[in-house]
């Protein structure tokens, strides 16, 4: 059977600030898509359906109407599991009228030890879990570490293989020696290094989800999908798609996604993101990060970019700041000057202006009173 | 057939503090018992299942929980909407799966004009709704209160009206002339003064939510079924339970609930009510309304009350608050005394001791710098 492996869908996440639930709706429709292209059997979603526990009403509504479509109107099969960033009692709400429509979404460790069984595989649907939870599960105070649990959890789901089927996991965890990037949780539960991959050598394919790069793990039989989209700048040279998963043959093969609005870094001086003969040949509607090439000082930056390219995630500068004040400073003994005088020049420098009598009179009084205060205490 | 109607859960309020979801697991328990003794055919959820439109955790999985058993596991059939006190996206969740199960949970307006056929009946489930979401569904600008939109609702309904069946109306508004609590919302939105009860005249049997008194409402067809726990001191003289209804003869009796936890005033004086010989006679379990005959000051009163009644909800005083203090500036001219002197009698009457040199010493300078800085700025 082909299944589709997908992950960490983050509904609801902000991008510098930007909402990204049209680009989320988007690319949901296209694995949608492939799905039907490579007639699937089923879908499996690694965790982090949610990019917070409590999601927002818009994020809720997209992730509920993509699920009934999917699985409802498309009846597609569902196989999905609840990630660190989900709030497994909230994502648990109606599972149990699920299973009837062949939705499966486990959120609690018990739910894992129960195959869902479908065409020639066992699927196994470990949800993230937390110490505590191994600890009541196995009855066991000693499991402090997720490191320390796996093992047994591993074992235990172990007991119902049937040795006529495909073992396939389902799930959302570090495994040591994947590579991360900024998006990602950065403290990893129960602390240290992730959990050793030789653990998930008996399953003939791991689907997991947390890690948003589709090959930060170099192993035979296990794959992260990698986020759809790409929620952070260090993500920016990631190829975003879905794994199909052939259980027969145990071939898979990677499906590219294409995202409504790209990441792109951009450099080029303050002129020539403002010049048509520039900006026309790019994609103005990305996300940009932009490196400003000029050193100077320029006023209502942000407004004037943003007339122009209206997803710009940061500026920076490319050669750092450096203007005519710092130029002067250079020259100038900066511990020659008087505080008034400094103050001058800065208002000067950012103003283009010079001071009044009348402001020159309100610095100098101040500076004064800062000054004798500073003083006297 | 039998149904059972209730309303207004609540789920995951608190009462001047105090969590009530053990008292909601407590009610919910007993309404299901009395389900199961009166063989009803369904149960009629009328709104504000939940108190907030973002519940709680432990409010989610309570609610999860009981509806999954109470349909799933004890297989009644559940006819819900959602309530001014839902968010209705929310409470959608999960609902396409829910139909094959016999539960009906309706949160959207369009969803009032299919009616469920159950029985001898059919129930339309109409949600609280908002004005706007009236003058979308009937393409209508000119609709602008809950008033002006309600006819053409009902008008609509009745489109559907199968003249063999009995007509059963579940809804979540204020009917006019109904009386309210202190613990109903009480912006009533449309503003104005609630439906017209003449509307419903058409159904058979109005299931009604939003107000918490089973008497709110006189009418024959209609009735609010409360909510199943006093929420609010104002309702303590409440009788709470659920209607039974029979759809066949259309009778209908009211099964009344116990509570967990009372709400109950209690008049007395502080000695008496650290009195064993006092405090044995009453259940000092229950949520107190607590009015103090003492007018003294009594230091750390509300801890040394706790410690006896476990679940004060509010201490007034039934005789006002009149001090020694108070008594004696009756007599002595408040005018005439100076800012220190006034202190000094503060101080011995709230604690029972004379200041001593120093904090005489303390009290003079303070005030001293006080005002003469009054008088110099």
Same mark, same amino acid.
């Given at each position: 059977?082909?299944?589709?492996?997908?992950?960490?869908?983050?509904?609801?996440?902000?991008?510098?600030?930007?909402?990204?639930?049209?680009?989320?709706?988007?690319?949901?429709?296209?694995i949608l898509?492939?799905?039907?292209?490579?007639?699937?059997?089923?879908?499996?979603?690694?965790?982090?359906?949610?990019?917070?526990?409590v999601p927002?009403?818009?994020?809720?509504?997209l992730?509920?109407?993509?699920?009934?479509?999917?699985?409802l109107?498309q009846?597609?099969?569902?196989?999905?599991?609840?990630?660190?960033?989900?709030?497994?009692?909230?994502?648990?709400?109606?599972?149990?009228?699920?299973?009837?429509?062949?939705?499966?979404?486990?959120t609690?460790?018990?739910e894992?030890?129960?195959?869902?069984? +479908?065409?020639? %595989?066992?699927?196994? =649907?470990? $949800?993230?879990? /937390?110490?505590?939870?191994?600890?009541?599960? &196995?009855?066991d105070?000693?499991?402090?570490?997720?490191?320390?649990?796996?093992?047994k959890?591993?074992?235990?789901?172990?007991?119902?293989?049937?040795p006529?089927?495909?073992?396939?996991?389902?799930s959302?965890?570090f495994?040591?020696?994947?590579?991360?990037?900024?998006?990602?949780?950065?403290?990893?539960?129960?602390?240290?290094?992730?959990?050793?991959?030789?653990?998930?050598?008996?399953?003939?394919?791991?689907a997991l989800?947390h890690l948003?790069?589709?090959?930060?793990?170099?192993?035979?039989?296990?794959?992260?999908?990698?986020?759809?989209?790409?929620?952070?700048?260090?993500?920016?040279?990631?190829?975003k798609?879905v794994?199909?998963?052939?259980?027969d043959? +145990?071939?898979? %093969?990677?499906?590219? =996604?294409? $995202?409504?609005? /790209?990441?792109?870094?951009?450099?080029?001086? &303050?002129?020539e993101?403002?010049?048509?003969?520039?900006?026309?040949?790019?994609?103005?509607?990305?996300?940009?990060?932009?490196?400003?090439?000029?050193?100077?000082?320029?006023?209502?930056?942000?407004?004037?970019?943003?007339q122009?390219?209206?997803r710009?995630i940061?500026v920076e500068?490319?050669?750092?700041?450096?203007?005519?004040?710092?130029?002067?400073?250079?020259?100038?003994n900066i511990?020659?000057?008087?505080?008034?005088?400094?103050?001058?020049?800065?208002?000067?420098?950012?103003?283009?202006?010079?001071?009044?009598?009348?402001?020159?009179?309100?610095?100098?009084?101040?500076?004064?009173?800062?000054?004798k205060?500073?003083?006297?205490?």
């Open positions: 059977m082909k299944v589709l492996h997908t992950a960490d869908w983050h509904m609801g996440k902000k991008l510098h600030g930007y909402d990204l639930l049209p680009d989320q709706a988007y690319i949901l429709d296209q898509k492939i799905a039907k292209e490579e007639i699937v059997e089923a879908i499996v979603i690694a965790g982090d359906l949610y990019d917070r526990s927002s009403e818009a994020s809720v509504r992730l509920n109407q993509t699920i009934a479509d999917w699985n109107t009846q597609f099969p569902l196989l999905a599991i609840s990630g660190n960033h989900d709030s497994a009692t909230r994502l648990a709400t109606g599972t149990p009228w699920f299973n009837q429509a062949q939705f499966h979404l486990h609690r460790l018990k894992a030890f129960t195959p869902v069984e +479908m065409g020639n %595989s066992q699927f196994y =649907l470990l $949800p993230y879990f /937390e110490p505590v939870d191994a600890r009541i599960y &196995f009855e105070s000693e499991l402090r570490t997720i490191q320390q649990a796996m093992p959890v591993i074992e235990k789901i172990q007991e119902s293989f049937d006529d089927k495909k073992h396939i996991l389902v959302h965890f495994v040591a020696g994947s590579s991360k990037t900024d998006s990602e949780t950065k403290i990893e539960v129960g602390g240290l290094d992730g959990i050793n991959g030789k653990l998930l050598e008996c399953f003939d394919y791991v989800g948003h790069g589709k090959d930060a793990l170099k192993m035979a039989n296990a794959r992260y999908s990698g986020s759809p989209l790409k929620y952070s700048l260090s993500e920016k040279d990631q190829t798609g794994w199909i998963v052939d259980t043959t +145990m071939d898979f %093969s990677f499906r590219t =996604l294409t $995202p409504l609005h /790209e990441i792109q870094e951009l450099q080029a001086s &303050f002129a993101l403002l010049d048509p003969a520039f900006y026309t040949t790019i994609n103005r509607e990305d996300y940009l990060s932009i490196l400003l090439e000029d050193r100077a000082v320029i006023p209502n930056l942000m407004n004037q970019l943003r122009v390219y209206p710009i940061q500068r490319a050669n750092g700041f450096e203007t005519a004040v710092e130029k002067r400073l250079k020259k100038e511990k020659e000057k008087s505080p008034v005088n400094l103050t001058k020049d800065f208002f000067t420098e950012v103003s283009q202006n010079e001071l009044t009598a009348k402001q020159k009179k309100w610095i100098e009084e101040g500076l004064h009173t800062i000054l205060k500073g003083g006297e205490e």
